[in-house]
């Protein structure tokens, strides 16, 4: 009998957090399930202790001789798939105990969702909790049902916490193949055609660590657009009435916030210049927004004094220091 959840795993040299992520599956209070390994072109250990799992869950392999990208192994696991539902877990993340049966219930209780999501936990390297609850320790509420122009202005939605009704990936398609990484793009695709809801429980763990690629800014330029202005142009190519639905103000927004997020991150490592250019380039798309000017002001200040006048206006503000 075919499984009824598929979880794909796509992996590229993670020996150091894939035991404790496929543990995690292990640990699961709903079983019925195949796991999924994309193996990306590993030159690591990786293959050998997933082999180790082997007796203990239905297990298949992808294997890449060389790497193919995110977004190919997401999709390549996809064609492997058999379960009526998909979940994806990266190597580097864990679930609780309760994610999958939570989850699927609620799909189940609710045939006009397409996809569910869920509150997390975010950790560090070394697995300690650094946010219990995103939802507490951010102030965020989620809502339900046609979430895509919320989901629009807001990438909210964790990669780990998804589980996804076959049927809308056998309609939509997986992860586009011309993105880097497509998470956020298939994200807003799904939400554009079914309902999303989001279970209000910490499901899921996510870890945050410097060797992600998603957070290595020495992976990128500063001329390069970020992965969700990416998947944002590319959700305007796909649907463009949607920019007359949600306004054209709307749209230059949400592309000088991204840019923005941007700066902070490249202002943030010390990299002044950089943030610079992507301050730039969100003055251009929305002019006027004064905490753009100000935070290109303290770029032009020394380093030492642009971080003393962050922290002053962040103590008038109450928010925490770093």
Known sequence: ?????????PVRNGEKYIGEAIE???????NDYELIVVDDGCTDRTCELVE????????????HPVNQGIARSVNDGLRAASGEFIAFLD?????????????????KAHPDV??????????????EILEASVAACRGRTRSNGNVFPQLFMDSFIVGNSVLIRRECLDRLGGFDETLRWGDYHL?????????????????????????????????????????????????????????????????RRRTALLYFDMA?????KGQVENARISLTKA????????????????????????????????????????
């Open 24 to 30: 995690s599956i292990l640990s699961q209070t709903y």
């Open 114 to 127: 397409g996809m569910v999501h869920s509150d997390f936990q975010t950790v560090n390297a070394e697995g």
């Open 187 to 251: 994200w807003l695709r799904i939400a554009r055609h079914y309902k999303v809801d989001y279970t209000d429980k910490v499901l899921t763990m996510y870890r945050q660590h410097a060797t992600q690629e998603t957070r290595d800014l020495s992976l990128r330029t500063p001329w390069e657009d970020s992965v969700a202005l990416l998947a944002i142009r590319k959700i305007l190519e796909d649907y463009p009435e949607v920019r007359r639905e949600l306004g054209e103000n709307t749209v």
């Open 283 to 322: 003055i251009r798309a929305q002019p006027v927004n004064l905490r753009y000017y100000v935070m290109y002001a303290l770029t032009l200040l020394q380093p030492n004094q642009a971080i003393a006048l962050r922290n002053a206006w962040r103590r008038m503000r109450g928010e925490a220091l770093s």
């Open 52 to 63: 180790t799992f082997r007796p203990r869950l239905d297990l298949k392999w992808v294997h």
């Open 1 to 9: 009998m075919k499984p009824e959840i598929s979880i794909i795993m």
């Open 264 to 268: 902070h991150s490249w202002f943030s």
């Open 91 to 107: 190597h580097d993340d864990a679930w609780l105990p309760d994610f999958l049966r939570t989850q699927i219930a609620h799909l």
